[in-house]
C-alpha cells in the first residue's frame, strides 16, 4: 500500500467497517434548475438536488453508491415544499446485499429550512450465502428557501 492511500484510509472521511472502507467522496453532488415545474407553480426556483454515499473497499473499489434526490422549490425565502423524493443503489458489489429502508423523513414545509433523510440497510455477504456485517448509509440533503442547498452523507 503506497503511503497516499495509507493516509486516504486514516482520514477524518473515511473509516473502517467490517471488510469495507467507507468514505465520503467530495463529486458527490448534483443539482439543477426545473425550469418546467418552475413555470407551474410560479416559484422563483425549482431544484432536482442529488446526492450519494459511496462505500469503498480496504482495495479501493466501490461497494456501493447510495443515491438521495429531492425536487423541491423556493420563493427566495421559503422552501415551498418538497414534490418529489427518491433513493438508489448504483455500482452494487456482488456481495453488497441493499436490504430495506430505515428511516425516511422530510420536514414540514413552507419553512426556511427543508431537510430530506433516506437511510438503508445494506449487508455484505459471502457468495455462498452468509452475512458477514451491515452498513447503514444515509444521506441528508439540507434545503433553503434562498435557493442554496448543502447535505451531509455517511453511515452508522
Not at 492511500?5 to 473509516?15: L, M, T
Not at 426556483?45 to 446526492?51: F, H, K, N, P
Not at 469503498?56 to 443515491?67: E, I, M, P, R, S
Not at 419553512?111 to 433523510?117: D, G, N
Request: net charge neutral.
Amino acid at each position: 500500500m503506497s503511503n497516499a492511500q495509507a493516509a486516504d484510509i486514516q482520514s477524518p472521511e473515511s473509516r473502517s467497517e467490517n471488510a469495507a472502507i467507507v468514505k465520503l467522496v467530495p463529486e458527490s453532488v448534483t443539482t439543477r434548475l426545473d425550469t418546467t415545474r418552475v413555470k407551474e407553480v410560479g416559484a422563483q426556483g425549482c431544484w432536482i438536488t442529488e446526492a450519494w454515499f459511496r462505500a469503498v473497499t480496504v482495495l479501493g473499489a466501490t461497494f456501493y453508491k447510495f443515491h438521495h434526490r429531492a425536487d423541491w422549490c423556493q420563493d427566495g425565502n421559503r422552501v415551498l415544499g418538497v414534490h418529489f423524493r427518491t433513493h438508489w443503489f448504483s455500482e452494487v458489489s456482488a456481495t453488497a446485499y441493499p436490504r430495506n429502508v430505515e428511516s425516511d423523513y422530510v420536514t414540514p414545509s413552507p419553512s426556511w429550512e427543508v431537510t430530506s433523510f433516506k437511510k438503508h440497510l445494506v449487508e455484505n455477504c459471502t457468495f455462498q450465502g452468509a452475512c458477514i456485517s451491515a452498513t447503514h448509509p444515509w444521506v441528508k440533503l439540507i434545503l433553503r428557501g434562498n435557493a442554496t442547498w448543502s447535505y451531509e452523507a455517511g453511515q452508522n
